[in-house]
């Protein structure tokens, strides 16, 4: 019996998963790899941190500008409703992408992300921001509309992205994260650096967007670079190899043992009782070394097993949510946890945070109270690498816990004419909690999901943990909604419609938002009198 290199590259040992020795025969693979390629320069690593900031730029950069929006459009909940439309059409195309995940290539979606954020911010920069080539009304319509078209190819590339990922090792699950909290740092960075150099408004603004532009064009240019390296290949065909992967099931009279020959690939047929000499045969060609007795290929039963998307119609479909249903019981506390982690984070930022007001700091204080937030969400996820001793009820029971964050921030909003935490230190200190639980605990579960199913399941696992990560964001924006209506109007400013409170009886100090213009003269009133009276004695 004889075997080529490419039949032989069919076999696995029963009962593993081949995730570090393996080998495949694609662009130019032609021999044996004995271990897998190595990430050289970690040049791999950092191009999927590249990518996930790629596909968080559009959304950070106009969150990032809320200063100019909110100049531009006074007295409207615009913060609020560009994080509303982002994640509502996120959550329906990630629906609808994690549906239609066979029907176009993985490069495809994630080239079409690249492509609609470029030209959606260029859009804005040019007609809006810098040409102002609409009025208010029509304008702010108009980027509402932009926000939504980013989402959906930003989207679309995000899912494909934590699909991508989850046929490597997890290390490039936590790489895109990182690059996530990387986006908002760089953002939040930038535009401090574009309102400290240029102290006119629009113009830091329109700096601000190229920065975004040219960020986007470098990911892009990373990505094209290494995506058809040694490595990505390496992991790609043996997840694509494991769709359509031939097991072998042996007869009562002739057993598959596993060996520890350094060797892959290498398997033996023993009799039972096993004799002193074995039948042995390795890649390329069957080689037997020392007399031994033969086999019939009938001795051996061979069993294909088909890709989740084999086929198609009622059958494919039927196929791929059984599929969903296997993987959904191997990692639904990691599901829940994702959802529970954004829909707590989503509650709070960047709505509620941008709401936060300092007499001291002015406009400053949203800008740096997202720059804590982004700067820790950071950290956190680079610390969740070390995800060893994390478990699916222990995130869930933390995620729980996390909940409690989101009325201690609100006293730092409400009320808002005095809230009952009205020091800066408060929101700063909450900031970053906020931001280091959420890097921890919204990277563990990605990173360990897709270790829990079988490797041809790992893509699929990949975009249906996207699908929880975004009903949790939807989720949480409307709540925010909810939230944002105990604050007050959102064209209030406690810093100018009252008057120290030290100044005032406490009972004052709540009709002074009334009633401002009275109080002040009755106040005037009483010390002139008081003064003619002293004057009088």
């Given at each position: 019996?004889e075997?080529n290199?490419?039949?032989?590259?069919?076999?696995s040992?029963l009962?593993?998963?081949?995730?570090?020795?393996?080998f495949?025969?694609?662009?130019?693979?032609?021999?044996?790899?004995?271990?897998?390629?190595?990430?050289?320069?970690n040049?791999?690593?950092?191009?999927?941190?590249?990518?996930?900031?790629g596909?968080l730029f559009?959304y950070n950069?106009?969150i990032m500008?809320?200063d100019?929006f909110k100049?531009r459009?006074p007295?409207?909940?615009?913060?609020?409703?560009?994080?509303?439309v982002?994640?509502?059409?996120?959550f329906?195309?990630?629906v609808?992408n994690n549906?239609l995940?066979e029907i176009c290539?993985l490069?495809?979606?994630?080239?079409f992300g690249?492509?609609?954020s470029?030209?959606?911010?260029?859009?804005?920069?040019?007609?809006e921001?810098w040409?102002?080539?609409?009025g208010?009304?029509?304008?702010y319509t108009?980027?509402?509309a932009?926000?939504?078209?980013?989402?959906i190819?930003c989207?679309?590339?995000?899912?494909?992205?934590?699909?991508?990922?989850?046929m490597?090792p997890?290390r490039?699950?936590?790489a895109v994260m990182?690059?996530?909290?990387?986006?908002?740092?760089?953002t939040s960075?930038?535009?401090?650096?574009t309102?400290?150099?240029?102290?006119e408004?629009?113009?830091?603004?329109?700096?601000?967007f190229?920065?975004s532009?040219t960020?986007v064009?470098?990911?892009?240019?990373m990505?094209h670079l290494?995506?058809?390296s040694?490595?990505?290949?390496f992991?790609?065909?043996?997840?694509e190899r494991?769709?359509?992967?031939?097991?072998?099931?042996?007869?009562?009279?002739?057993?598959?043992i596993?060996?520890t020959?350094?060797?892959?690939?290498?398997?033996?047929i023993?009799?039972?009782?096993?004799?002193?000499t074995t039948l042995s045969?390795?890649n390329p060609?069957?080689?037997?070394?020392?007399?031994a007795p033969?086999?019939?290929?009938e001795?051996v039963v061979?069993?294909?097993r088909s890709?989740?998307?084999?086929?198609?119609g009622?059958?494919?479909?039927k196929?791929g949510?059984?599929?969903?249903w296997?993987?959904?019981?191997?990692?639904?506390?990691y599901?829940?946890?994702?959802?529970l982690?954004?829909?707590?984070?989503l509650?709070?930022y960047p709505?509620?945070?941008?709401e936060?007001?300092?007499c001291?700091?002015r406009s400053?204080m949203?800008?740096?109270?997202?720059a804590i937030?982004?700067?820790?969400d950071?950290?956190g996820?680079?610390?969740?690498?070390?995800s060893w001793?994390?478990?699916?009820?222990?995130?869930v029971?933390c995620s729980v816990a996390r909940?409690i964050?989101?009325?201690l921030?609100l006293?730092c909003v409400?009320?808002?004419?005095?809230?009952?935490l009205s020091a800066?230190?408060?929101a700063f200190?909450?900031?970053l909690?906020l931001g280091?639980?959420?890097?921890?605990?919204g990277?563990?579960?990605?990173?360990?999901?897709?270790?829990k199913?079988?490797?041809?399941?790992?893509e699929l696992?990949g975009n249906?943990?996207t699908l929880?990560?975004n009903?949790?964001l939807t989720?949480?924006?409307?709540?925010?909604?909810?939230?944002?209506?105990?604050t007050?109007?959102?064209d209030?400013?406690?810093c100018?419609?009252?008057?120290?409170?030290e100044?005032?009886?406490?009972?004052n100090?709540?009709n002074t938002?009334?009633f401002?213009?009275?109080?002040?003269?009755?106040t005037?009133?009483s010390t002139?009198t008081?003064?003619s009276?002293e004057f009088?004695?």
């Open positions: 019996m075997q290199g490419n039949d032989a590259a069919g076999y040992k009962g593993k998963c081949k995730r570090e020795n393996d495949h025969v694609k662009n130019g693979f032609t021999s044996m790899n004995l271990s897998p390629p190595t990430d050289t320069y040049m791999v690593y950092l191009s999927f941190v590249l990518g996930g900031a596909f559009p950069s106009f500008a809320m100019y100049i459009y007295g409207t909940p615009v913060v609020f409703d560009m994080s509303l982002y994640i509502v059409v996120a329906l195309t990630v609808a549906l995940v290539s490069n495809t979606r994630i080239n690249y492509v609609m470029f030209i959606t911010l260029t859009f804005v920069v040019t007609c921001v040409w102002e080539a609409f208010t009304s029509t304008s108009i980027n509402l932009a926000v939504a078209v980013v989402a190819g989207t679309v590339q995000q899912s494909s992205f934590y699909g991508y990922t989850s490597l997890s490039y699950t936590q990182v690059g996530e909290s990387a986006s908002g740092v760089f960075s930038v535009r401090v650096l309102k400290f150099v240029i102290s408004i629009r113009g830091s603004t329109i700096y601000f190229s920065v532009i960020s064009a470098t990911c892009f240019a990505y290494v995506r058809r040694d490595f990505i290949q992991y790609i065909t043996l997840c494991a769709k359509t992967r031939i097991t072998l099931e042996p007869t009562e009279d002739a057993g598959l596993e060996t020959d350094a060797q892959y690939g290498v398997l033996k023993q009799n039972s009782p096993p004799t002193s045969f390795a060609a069957y080689e037997p070394s020392v007399p033969t086999y019939k290929v001795d061979i069993r294909g890709s989740v998307s084999a086929g198609g009622f059958t494919g479909i196929r949510l059984l599929a969903r296997e993987i959904t019981k191997a990692i639904y506390p599901m829940i946890s994702i959802c982690v954004y829909f707590a984070t509650c709070l709505g509620i945070a941008s936060i007001w300092s001291n700091l400053w949203p800008i740096l109270m997202m937030f982004n700067g820790a950071l950290l996820k680079m610390l969740a690498a070390s001793h994390w478990t699916g009820s222990r995130l029971r909940l964050m989101i009325p921030m006293m409400i009320p808002k004419a005095n809230p009952l800066e230190i408060f200190v909450f900031a909690i280091l639980s959420n890097g921890v605990l990277s563990v579960p990605m990173i360990q999901a897709p270790s199913v079988d490797d041809r399941h790992r696992t249906m943990m929880l990560y009903f949790g989720t949480g924006s409307l709540m925010a909604y909810s939230l944002e209506s105990l007050g109007p959102a209030f400013d406690p100018t419609m009252r008057l120290p409170t100044s005032l009886h406490p009972q100090v709540i938002t009334i401002p213009t009275t109080i002040t003269y009755s005037l009133l002139l008081n003064t009276t009088s004695q």
